[in-house]
């Protein structure tokens, strides 16, 4: 057997471990390995590396990716030209169709988020054999309990979180901290619960201005003169919009979110809480560095069961982790569907539990 690995859309700390896991138990079962360089941009272009045992020794413990990847490769919608070139996009799928058996190859595994793996089911639905690795540190997978890369960013957001305190007990002001985290308010959430956040943003749960300047001004009254506000780049108001930042043309969703922090500060500076705000947005930080052991252990484990449906031959198939065991769901399944935190979820409750506010008593408040 031959096979072919991509990585598509964002990195992802614990993308190389999972390149790994596949490749050498691929080996191990003496099928070759090779990997498409920028997703599926080397699929239709045919730019690829042969991979070896060498190749993959020791990226273990590296972020990013070594086959690079590519947000907006789409071999159903895709240009040549540089980004943003008024190019209109072609559907190339019949190359990479060409491209796969002219290279010999039995099964194509793809690694990435929702854009990548719905590409990935398309071709599967022509007939490539594919196989689905789910990535994303936003976790927002609903087929998947935990998605690797999710625990090191929530490492970066959280060690974030705990250094503003510094700057907040010393000079009594609001610090906020924005995460990534898409549409979903994971890595916000576990950091503001780790981190001791006193106000918690969730897109799942739209603020109420009013509400945050209370729970500010409480504290205050408490004696506590800072507060730690951990905000979601999709936070939004309860009568308002998400800010987006950017809008990347061509990309399976175009909008950038991120710049709510700023908001928050000029509604907390022009309120009577009487503290300085200040804002620190961590963007890409959190999806850099090495990944954490656990998401080495997940991605590692990821990439063994790929190898083992490869084996089976169950295409159209995705790894997942449930219940603590690695298992597989039909990538038409996984795809589509997101996991949000639920308003009333268990950890919700427990951080209302030791006093965090969410900005919305009305929501939290229905579920106690
Ligand atoms: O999906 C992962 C993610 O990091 C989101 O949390 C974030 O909104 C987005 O990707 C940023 O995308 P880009 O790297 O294209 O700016």
Not at 124 to 150: Q, R, W
Request: glycine share 14%; charged share 20%; net charge positive.
């Amino acid at each position: 057997m031959k096979i072919g690995i991509l990585t598509g859309g964002g990195d992802c700390p614990g993308l190389n471990a999972v390149v790994r896991g596949v490749t050498k138990s691929a080996l191990k079962r003496g099928w070759e390995v090779i990997g498409f360089r920028d997703g599926y941009r080397g699929l239709v272009e045919k730019d690829f590396v042969n991979l070896h045992d060498h190749d993959v020794s020791g990226i273990i413990i590296r972020g990013g990716t070594i086959l690079g990847t590519s947000n907006t490769a789409n071999p159903f919608a895709y240009t040549l030209a540089p980004l943003g070139s008024a190019e209109k996009p072609r559907d190339l799928s019949k190359l990479a169709f060409k491209n796969f058996k002219d290279l010999g190859l039995s099964a194509l595994v793809a690694i990435g988020g929702d854009g990548t793996l719905t590409m990935a089911q398309q071709l599967y639905e022509k007939g490539m054999p594919v196989i689905g690795v789910p990535k994303t540190i936003d976790n927002d997978l609903s087929a998947t309990d935990v998605t690797f890369g999710f625990d090191s960013a929530l490492n970066v957001a959280t060690e974030a979180v705990d250094r503003v305190h510094t700057t907040a007990e010393s000079h009594n002001r609001v610090m906020i901290v924005e995460t990534m985290g898409r549409y979903a308010g994971w890595i916000a959430l576990r950091a503001g619960i780790a981190g001791g956040g006193d106000i918690i943003l969730l897109p799942e749960i739209p603020y109420r201005a009013e509400e945050i300047i209370s729970a500010v001004l409480d504290r205050k009254r408490r004696g506590k003169k800072f507060s730690i506000i951990v905000v979601a780049e999709g936070a939004r108001p309860e009568k308002g919009e998400m800010t987006v930042t950017k809008v990347v043309k061509g990309s399976p969703d175009p909008l950038r979110l991120g710049g709510v922090s700023y908001k928050i500060a000029e509604l907390l500076d022009k309120s009577k809480v009487g503290l300085e705000s200040r804002v620190v947005v961590l963007g890409h930080v959190q999806r850099g560095g090495q990944p954490t052991p656990f998401d080495r252990w997940l991605a590692t484990g990821f990439g063994v069961k790929a190898a083992e449906l490869l084996d089976g031959k169950q295409f159209g198939r995705m790894v997942s982790f449930r219940h603590f065991g690695f298992t597989s769901v039909s990538i038409a399944q996984a795809v589509g569907k997101l996991r949000l935190v639920s308003p009333c979820a268990q950890e919700v409750l427990m951080a209302l539990s030791v006093g965090t506010s969410f900005g919305n008593s009305g929501i939290t408040g229905r579920c106690a």
